[in-house]
Every structure is written in C-alpha cells, then in structure tokens.
C-alpha cells in the first residue's frame, strides 16, 4: 500500500486567515484527490489532480485552491478560512486492483 | 441529482445476524464502478468490496456481499453473521470514467447489538 501522509492532523485557526494542507504519498501515483467529510453529507470531492501541475475541480471547490509541484505532494489552500470551511478533510490516491481509494488518515481542521 | 443515494441513515443488527445496507446510483455512463467504505470510531476508510459495471457476478469478498442490480441502479452491501466490530459507518461510492472521480453516499451508521 501506498504510505500517505497528511500535515497537520489536527488545526485551528481563526477566520480570514490563509491556511495549507500538504498531503505526501510514496508511490508515484498520478491520481491524488482531497474530499471534505461532514455530518449527513459523506464525503465531497475538493479538487483532485492526476499528474503535475494537472487539477481539476470537484463538487465543492469554491474556497478551495490546489497546487501539485512534485508527483508525491498534492497541497490544498484555503486562501482565506471561513467557519463552513470547519470539516475533516481527506487526502486519496487510487491504487489496487480495482482503482480504488486509498486515504489518508484526515485532518481536522477548526475555523472559529 | 444525487450520484449515490443511502437512505438508511442508522441501522441496527443482531449480533451474528445478516444486514443490508442500500445504496442507489444515478450515472449514464455505461462504465463505472461501485464501492463500499467502512469508518469506524477511529476515523481511518476501510476499502470493503468492489463491483464494474459490467460484472456478471455479485462480487463477494469474506462476510460481504455486493448485491448487484443493474437494471435498478442499486448496489446493496449485505454483511452476514454480524459482529460486534462491524458497528461503523458504511460508505458506498461509485467512479465514472471522467478524471477516475468518485462520488460518495452521505454514508450509513451500523450498530451491532450484542
């Protein structure tokens, strides 16, 4: 299995300010995604990319910025945090026999 | 309209008793796969089971089953024999060919009962 990595696990911050998170694979895949997980709405697409400097928009982009400089890291840039921002967010890449999802361990993040 | 649609916000299930967990897809693509997830407590997703759009055959993978409906746009998780570690929550998900994306259900809370 692919070692994802997610930076930081854990964040607060208050609204206005400019946030990033990092997600770090080890394998060289080329589809890297980031979802947002909230009560009663699953998981929700952000952005995903699927090769460098290669992204494409999801279900619920808005407030959202990506960048994917290098194949192993795929950042997430809320450019200035609101409290609906407040979520788990989840990095993935596809891998296995079927494509399927592998994630990361999540971050959670706090606008107050 | 929603991609994947779980109608069972919670459900409860005998220990050592089978469940059925829904899920329904809207897709026109005639390529795509399904998927279910489990989370449990501790927060981490769990790849369960898979099924293409063109399988024949229910897929089966230990204690779960996918069935399989086509016509009827559903893909239903059946877990047998319950235990005590299956209480979590179960996401379905489907993939369309366009940029590998996935769509997932607003997810299913199980709880088993001792």
């Known amino acids: 299995d692919a070692g994802i990595t997610q930076s930081p696990r854990h964040k607060v911050t208050e609204t206005g300010t400019p946030v990033t998170l990092r997600c770090h694979q080890t394998?060289?895949?080329?589809?890297m995604y980031w979802y947002r997980q909230d009560p009663g709405h699953g998981l929700r697409l952000i952005h995903y990319s699927y090769g460098v400097k290669d992204t494409d928009k999801g279900e619920v982009s808005d407030g959202y910025s990506v960048s994917r400089s290098k194949t192993e890291d795929f950042l997430l840039t809320l450019e200035s945090a609101t409290s609906s921002q407040t979520s788990v967010y989840f990095c993935?890449?596809?891998?296995?026999?079927?494509?399927?999802?592998?994630f990361g361990p999540g971050t959670r993040l706090t606008v107050l | 309209a929603q991609k994947i649609t779980q109608t069972q916000p919670g459900m409860f299930v005998q220990e050592k008793e089978a469940v059925t967990l829904d899920c329904t897809y809207d897709?026109?693509?005639?390529?795509?796969?399904l998927f279910w997830y489990k989370q449990p407590s501790s927060g981490e997703m769990i790849f369960l089971i898979y099924q293409g759009s063109y399988d024949q055959q229910n897929a089966t993978e230990g204690r779960y089953s996918l069935n399989f409906q086509k016509a009827r746009k559903s893909a239903n998780l059946v877990i047998s024999a319950s235990q005590l570690g299956d209480s979590a929550m179960y996401f379905c998900?489907?993939?369309?060919?366009?940029?590998?994306?996935?769509?997932f259900g607003t997810g299913t809370s199980l709880t088993v009962i001792p």
């Open positions: 998900a489907m993939r369309e060919p366009k940029g590998n994306q996935f769509y």
């Open positions: 394998e060289n895949h080329r589809y």
């Open positions: 897709t026109s693509d005639p390529s795509y796969g």
């Open positions: 993935a890449i596809s891998q296995g026999s079927y494509n399927e999802q592998f």
